[in-house]
């Protein structure tokens, strides 16, 4: 009865209970140090004062918020070419944790636009672009649960990935033509042209702890969904048999 | 005799679920095969596996020696398939609904017009699908057979709904169209009356959950 | 395979004109929709003209959408989508052939409708023939994404709203350039870059849409 889905994710689960550990404690260890970095330890912009210390969480959040929307489009690349089930289980995985980076990226941008820009939200370039990618998103997740079946589910949406992928640069490149359009350069711009080396160091310490994070989340999410999949195939069996 | 048709080791997955598996035959020139087996058997998917829409999780399909996968639509053009639903669309008249499947597959208005008349619907032509009953659907979704030239015809359960008359003129239909070299696969619980037919119980065939 | 292409488009845009009203349908919530804005934001002539733009577009993008629901479904409801899919030609050139009807009875109606919507919103005439330019250039872009759109929710029982959902965000470009346009024209500019931009928009959709679309509805059918 076991059928090609539980054949290689048999291995994962294995393999994938050993790195999680180390994950989620280099994650935790890494945050901690960045945000004792960034908050308390990095000296504060001579313009913005401390409001700039929201960076350290928003420009990892958005950071990630690309990087898991790539991953997301390369494992279902993976998945309809090599038709690697753990590859469509990866990229389901990683949608909600990207969709909640970057709501995270969103809400700590919109924070610092309080202070900077005297208002909660400005249609700028990158919030807007950032924007169109939570609901790229949060159609994704919608298309992958809206079907009886999650294997067709997972081809479904991952064909809307890949096409989501294409679309992203184009979008982002109509923002920024749309935001010239309509707002010459009367906003700040959220971050200088340099970056002083004490403000570099806990921004990379925070990238690599979100960085790692991802991975520890991604893996118990896999694995979570591993196992719903092979309730469902029990299930099947014993109706089917 | 040598197969035109041959599949070889076919297995097919629905869900997580296998539903066959390790399916083999080959039909010659004028061979029919009769797909035999309980609700949830598969005969549909096979069926559908073999028109290729459902993807064989194992296994080949030849047509004439040649693997199907690699000029699926030259493999198409020898197909014709008459599934559950009949794809009649009530606002065209049944001429109309007729000659587009016709002409999809390289048919004519002379055939059509004789698919019609065999299945005893030339004298609705002009009625719109919408008014038709089940089993004059059901006569319409047949003529398509016999409106463009195929050489292999897969059908699931084409005799449901059809009338007695209606059935003898499928028997006739299929047995004319096996005295032409014509093959065809058939899913039916025995309502058909097919000579000297192969067949293939998929209850049997089908692997120890 | 012409033959099948211009037999898929024959059929489909018949089967729309014979339904009745699926074309009049989609105009009349474009009227309506557009008609809401001088309720909603009052009726002066300048800010009418100010924001027509965007509100044609809007609408127009919202209308295409809902329309969407028809060009696969019906078909794989009473069997025709699977017979389609075993016609000896690809699916790819069958999709397109409808892509092309849904264009035929929705994109093109739109269009048509769009000036006289345009006055009813007091825009200027200088931006008409970049309305009538960006929505001819527009309108395909939307089929074509949203063919995809409509093929990957077929195995979907409800699907009007997820795929506006999935649909909408993909359009954002369309929509940027096509306002961009007309805007360039009332301010004196020229609309061409913009019109290329969305010409570049359609070529691009034109290439990669009908695929996904095709691989979508083999899904479906599996």
Redesign the interface.
């Known amino acids: 009865m076991s059928w090609h889905l539980l054949a290689s994710p048999a291995r994962f689960m294995r393999y994938s209970e050993r790195i999680r550990p180390w994950a989620s404690a280099l994650a935790l260890g890494a945050i901690a140090i960045g945000l004792y970095q960034g908050l308390f330890a990095s000296p504060a912009d001579y313009q913005q004062g401390d409001t700039v210390r929201i960076m350290y969480v928003h420009v990892p959040s958005a950071w990630m918020a690309l990087f898991c929307y790539t991953a997301m489009a390369v494992s279902s690349a993976g998945y309809l070419v090599w038709k690697q089930p753990l590859a469509e289980i990866a990229a389901r995985a990683t949608a909600p944790i990207g969709a909640c980076f970057t709501a995270l990226a969103l809400a700590t941008g919109s924070l610092w636009g309080k202070p900077m820009w005297g208002t909660w939200w400005v249609w700028d370039a990158r919030l807007t672009s950032v924007l169109v990618l939570l609901f790229l998103y949060l159609g994704y997740m919608a298309l992958a649960d809206a079907f009886d079946d999650p294997v067709k589910g997972g081809k479904a949406a991952s064909i809307l990935a890949l096409v989501g992928f294409v679309n992203v640069p184009i979008v982002k490149f109509s923002v920024d033509w749309w935001n010239t359009l309509h707002q010459p350069v009367s906003v700040a711009r959220m971050d200088g042209p340099t970056i002083d080396p004490a403000m570099l160091a806990p921004l990379l310490i925070m990238a690599a702890g979100f960085t790692l994070y991802y991975v520890a989340l991604v893996i118990v999410r896999m694995q979570a969904l591993v196992l719903e999949r092979r309730v469902r195939a029990l299930q099947q069996v014993a109706a089917g048999a | 005799m040598t197969a035109r048709l041959a599949v070889e080791g076919l297995a097919c997955?629905r869900?997580?679920?296998?539903v066959f598996e390790r399916v083999d035959f080959a039909l010659g020139a004028g061979e029919a095969l009769v797909l035999t087996g309980p609700n949830?058997a598969g005969k549909s998917s096979l069926l559908?596996t073999l028109?290729?829409?459902?993807?064989p999780?194992a296994g080949r399909i030849a047509w004439d020696g040649a693997d199907v996968a690699e000029d699926p639509?030259?493999f198409?053009?020898q197909?014709?398939?008459v599934?559950?639903?009949?794809?009649?669309?009530p606002?065209?008249t049944v001429a109309q609904n007729l000659r587009?499947?016709a002409?999809?597959?390289g048919g004519d208005d002379a055939r059509v017009g004789r698919a019609l008349e065999r299945l005893g619907l030339a004298r609705l032509a002009d009625v719109p699908g919408g008014v038709l009953s089940a089993g004059q659907r059901r006569r319409l979704a047949l003529a398509?057979l016999l409106a463009a030239p195929a050489a292999l015809w897969l059908m699931d359960e084409p005799a449901v709904t059809l009338d007695r008359d209606a059935v003898a003129a499928l028997g006739a239909a299929i047995a004319d169209h096996r005295a032409g070299g014509g093959l065809v696969v058939v899913a039916t619980h025995g309502d058909i009356a097919l000579a000297d037919a192969h067949r293939l119980d998929l209850g049997a065939a089908r692997g120890a959950? | 395979m012409i033959g099948t292409f211009a037999a898929i488009v024959g059929r489909d845009v018949t089967l729309a004109v014979r339904r009745g009203g699926d074309a009049a349908t989609v105009v009349a919530f474009f009227v309506v929709v557009v008609t809401l804005f001088p309720f909603g934001v009052g009726p002066e002539p300048n800010l009418l003209a100010r924001i027509a733009p965007g509100v044609l577009w809007v609408a127009a993008l919202l209308a295409a959408t809902l329309s969407l629901d028809r060009v696969f479904r019906a078909d794989l409801e009473d069997g025709s989508l699977e017979l389609l899919a075993l016609a000896p030609c690809p699916l790819v050139v069958t999709v397109l052939a409808k892509v092309l009807a849904h264009w035929l009875t929705t994109g093109l109606p739109l269009l048509l409708a769009a000036p006289v919507l345009a006055i009813l919103l007091n825009l200027p005439w200088d931006g008409f023939e970049a309305l009538i330019g960006a929505l001819a250039l527009g309108t395909p872009s939307l089929s074509l994404i949203g063919a995809v759109g409509a093929a990957l929710t077929l195995g979907v029982r409800r699907a009007g709203v997820l795929v506006a959902l999935l649909v909408l965000p993909l359009a954002v470009p369309v929509l940027t350039f096509g306002v961009a346009a007309i805007e360039a024209a009332l301010t004196g500019q020229t609309a061409a870059p913009h019109l290329m931009i969305l010409s570049g928009f359609l070529l691009g959709a034109l290439a990669l849409a009908p695929w996904a679309a095709a691989a979508a509805v083999r899904l479906a059918l599996d």
Request: hydrophobic share 55%; glycine share 8%.
């Open positions: 997955v869900g997580e679920r296998r949830g559908r028109a290729g829409l459902i993807e999780a639509e030259a198409r053009a197909v014709q398939a599934f559950h639903a009949d794809a009649v669309k606002v065209l587009f499947w002409r999809l597959r398509r959950a």
